[in-house]
T-cell receptor
């Protein structure tokens, strides 16, 4: 069975700081990887996704993530965060064998201090 | 603005009540999902419907009963719930459930409190 670990439960940063949120998954086969974001009072929405090809994926709002297969990781990064990035971030994985199941991590709450 | 709507947004019910959650997607998708989001836990997949057929029941207790009359509508019927069932219930839809590559679009959720 797949599992997703997000080790940072709550991250607090000042504006303009750089961000890296960790995501590790356990699954030996081909995977599809996602980062979702949930802004306060809003619905869960897709930030970026990786299916194949270039392991460095760029998403919306200046976010990017790098798939490192050897480390089973898909860390989320942003060079300079803004107050509006305050949200909860979820990493998710699905396998590539016609399985529509998304397995989510527990989420990381990001608080940006102005 | 989301293409997936859920009603009601908030629901308080007693353990002996029967209520239903409704989800509607306006995206022309073929698959719909119910998730449970509890504090400090990963989102838990409950049910998956693919072209109106249930393809996944993730060991969900029978007090939760899904219904999918067509590809655009999904219901979750609730009866004799327990306080530990209090959570945010999220509905999602996706275009091609067989590929695992299409992103899921989520609704705003129904905040359920069982008293």
């Amino acid at each position: 069975a797949q599992s997703v670990s997000q080790h940072n439960h709550h991250v607090i940063l000042s504006e303009a700081a750089s961000l890296e949120l960790g995501c590790n998954y356990s699954y030996g086969g081909t995977v599809n990887l996602f980062w979702y974001v949930q802004y306060p009072g809003q619905h869960l929405q897709l930030l970026l996704k990786y299916f194949s090809g270039d392991p460095l994926v760029k998403g919306i709002k200046g976010f990017e993530a790098e798939f490192i297969k050897s480390k089973f990781s898909f860390n989320l990064r942003k060079p300079s965060v803004q107050w509006s990035d305050t949200a909860e971030y979820f990493c998710a994985v699905s396998d590539n064998f016609g399985n529509e199941k998304l397995t989510f991590g527990t989420g990381t709450r990001l608080t940006i201090i102005p | 603005e989301t293409g997936v709507t859920q009603t009601p947004r908030h629901l308080v019910m007693g353990m002996t009540n029967k209520k239903s959650l409704k989800c509607e997607q306006h995206l022309g998708h073929n698959a719909m999902y119910w998730y449970k989001q509890s504090a400090k836990k990963p989102l838990e997949l409950m049910f998956v419907y693919n072209f109106k057929e249930q393809t996944e029941n993730n060991s969900v207790p029978s007090r939760f009963s899904p219904e999918c009359p067509n590809s655009s509508h999904l219901f979750l019927h609730l009866h004799t719930l327990q306080p530990e069932d209090s959570a945010l219930y999220l509905c999602a839809s996706s275009q091609d459930p067989g590929q695992g590559t299409y992103e899921q679009y989520f609704g705003p959720g129904t905040r359920l409190t069982v008293t």
